[in-house]
C-alpha cells in the first residue's frame, strides 16, 4: 500500500476554477467511498473540506466540491480566492486499519 | 464546542518512547461516533496517520508503524494518549491528535474532523 498520488503544486488567478487530483489504486480510492480532503494553511492543523468523496461539513464554502471516477478523487475550488491559497491533502480509506494520506498538493493563487 | 491539545516533551532521545498526551474537551470521550486518533507530519513528507482508539478501548494501528505503536484512553480523565517505541530522527514531526469519525457514522464518516493544534517532537541526542 502507497500513498495516494497528488500533483505537487497547482496555480489559478482569483475567479478561475482548479481541480486537484487524488490517484490511488482499486485497493483504496476505487473500492471504498471514504475519500476526505483537507485544507492546512502555513503553520495550522488541518482542517476538513470535504468528506465521504462529494460532501462538505457545515461552515465550508459550497465552492469547494468533490467527486471521484475510478481510482481518481477530485477536489474542484471555483471561484478562487486568495484565501485558499494553502495546501490540500486527501485522505482514502484502503481497508482493515489503513487510512492513507495523499502527498499534499500547494495551491498558489496568483 | 469540541477541542483537543496534545501535551509532551518536544525532544525525545534515539532509542527511547515518544509519549503525548490529548486532552478532549467540550465532548466526552464516550461519544459512540467518534474515534480519538493520532496524526503526524514530517517536514516536506505530508501526513500520516498513526493511529486511533475507540473508548471501548478497541485501537487499530497503521499497518507500517504498528510494532511500535500503543495508544490507550483514560475516560476518567476525558483524554487519550500515544507511545511510540524506539525512536530515530525519522519519527521527528509535529504530531497532531484528531477526531476520526467512525466509519458507521452518519456523517463524516471515516473523515478526521476536529484537530488539535498540533506539537512538534524532535528526536534527537
Known amino acids: 500500500q502507497s500513498a495516494p498520488t497528488q500533483p505537487a503544486s497547482v496555480s489559478g488567478s482569483p475567479g478561475q476554477s482548479i481541480t486537484i487530483s487524488c490517484t490511488g489504486t482499486s485497493t483504496d480510492v476505487g473500492t471504498y467511498h471514504l475519500v476526505s480532503w483537507y485544507q492546512q494553511h502555513p503553520g495550522r492543523a488541518p482542517n476538513l473540506i470535504i468528506y465521504e468523496g462529494t460532501k462538505r461539513p457545515s461552515g465550508v464554502s459550497n465552492r469547494f466540491s468533490g467527486s471521484k471516477s475510478g481510482n481518481t478523487a477530485s477536489l474542484t475550488i471555483s471561484g478562487l480566492q486568495t484565501e485558499d491559497e494553502a495546501d490540500y491533502f486527501c485522505?482514502?480509506?484502503?481497508?482493515?486499519?489503513?487510512?492513507?494520506f495523499g502527498g499534499g498538493t500547494k495551491l498558489t493563487v496568483v | 464546542q469540541l477541542q483537543l491539545q496534545e501535551s509532551g516533551p518536544g525532544l525525545v532521545k534515539p532509542s527511547e518512547t515518544l509519549s503525548l498526551t490529548c486532552t478532549v474537551t467540550g465532548d466526552s470521550v464516550y461519544n459512540s461516533d467518534s474515534y480519538w486518533g493520532w496524526v503526524r507530519q514530517t517536514p516536506g513528507n505530508g501526513l500520516e496517520s498513526i493511529g486511533s482508539i475507540y473508548y471501548t478501548g478497541k485501537t487499530y494501528y497503521s499497518p507500517f508503524l504498528n510494532s511500535r505503536v500503543t495508544i490507550s484512553v483514560d475516560t476518567s480523565k476525558n483524554q487519550f494518549s500515544l507511545k511510540l517505541s524506539s525512536v530515530t530522527a525519522t519519527d521527528t514531526a509535529v504530531y497532531y491528535c484528531?477526531?476520526?469519525?467512525?466509519?458507521?457514522?452518519?456523517?463524516?464518516?471515516?473523515?478526521?474532523?476536529?484537530w488539535g493544534q498540533g506539537t512538534m517532537v524532535t528526536v534527537s541526542s
Open positions: 484528531a477526531r476520526h469519525v467512525s466509519q458507521s457514522a452518519t456523517t463524516a464518516a471515516g473523515a478526521f474532523d476536529i
Open positions: 485522505c482514502a480509506y484502503a481497508g482493515g486499519s489503513t487510512w492513507l
